[in-house]
């Protein structure tokens, strides 16, 4: 039980750092400010404790999360995820290298190696791993904030947080809640968690690198830093990526999964050419609206339209106000498509939910 709280916790903090915090947490600091940064880190480290938290009370369950519906989005989520991390690595190294080619396929090899690093034995593979990707992550992060510390590096500035600010981060905050529900790799975790408490111990280590990262935006980067920020990326990246080649085990077996898995290392880089990276950057309401259909459906399908109909209203009022005052983007191709998607699943749940309540009424 020990083993696996502190295997779990790890692991739940690794796979659910993405590359792309390294950079836009320091971003965020600069660009909107540390009021932003704060609602940001502090909503970006509670998702873990409220996933295990739901989990335990037994708000979500297996049962819902293994429906086809449920899970085929789900499944869909991850492939988006793994085409967002390989391109990422690929930015980062065409920051150091001029080379288009070379960075493409180093990147192309990354996601082969840890792909297939997790084939034979899956979850304890990659669990184990993201434990010694997430320890050498934190380790660079302390290096580089020693050398812009030692160097004495020309500082960076932080931005006033504005009322927009401010809306950014509370919607921020409620995709980052929503995120983990819908993702495959952490219910894995969830069910292999014996201890019951290990996303807890993940929300402590994520809030620990949330603060790395705003002691990083202090610095200017020198190349050395930079260098030493790739590392970091490809730990952080990789835990992400080896947890999402274990979860696409589910998409049929082991073997289906590692083939479309591998099939989207090589052709990543023809989803970005065709948007599907700016459709991901509208995706947040689909994750939200998603996760929602997740924690209501067993209501849903017990016709409960007295606690269903208020919480959809209210969901819906949510995702039109943000829309209106700028933060979900509905002004191009990909955010109408996603907010379409995500008010497709909310149309969903009230149809459900007055269909069964009129079975059960006639019942």
Sequence with gaps: MKKSFWRIGFSSAASWAWGTSLIMGQQIAHEKGIIAWIIWAVCNSLTLALLGLLYNKEIITPAI????????????????????????????????????????????????????????????TSVNTDIIQWLLAIVTIIVIVSI?????????????????????????????????????????????????????????????????????????????????????????TTSTIDSIAVATHEIKDKKVGTIVALAMCVSWGLFVKIGMIDLWSSFGVIRFAFAIAILILPLCIKGKIKITIPILA???????AFAVLGQITITNIAGIISFAIAMVIVVYLFVKSITEYNKISKA
């Design 314 to 320: 209210v969901v819906t009022a949510v995702m039109i």
């Design 65 to 124: 999360y293994n429906r086809k519906e449920v899970k085929a989005i789900a499944l869909i989520i991850q492939l988006f995820c793994l085409l967002v991390q390989l391109n990422f690595i690929n930015q980062q190294l065409l920051k150091i290298m001029n080379n288009l080619v070379l960075a493409y396929f180093i990147t192309m090899a990354v996601g082969f190696f840890f792909t297939l690093m997790v084939f034979k034995k899956g979850l304890p």
């Design 148 to 236: 812009g510390i030692i160097t004495d590096v020309p500082r960076q500035e932080f931005a006033r947080t504005s009322g927009s600010g401010v809306l950014w981060g509370v919607w921020s905050g409620l995709i980052l809640f929503a995120g983990p529900i819908g993702d495959v790799q952490h219910w894995q975790r969830l069910t292999a968690d014996e201890s019951k408490k290990a996303y807890y111990l993940g929300a402590g280590l994520f809030a620990m690198y949330m603060l790395l990262i705003l002691c990083m935006a202090f610095f200017e980067f020198s190349r050395i830093m930079n260098v030493i920020l790739l590392i970091t990326v490809l730990c952080i």
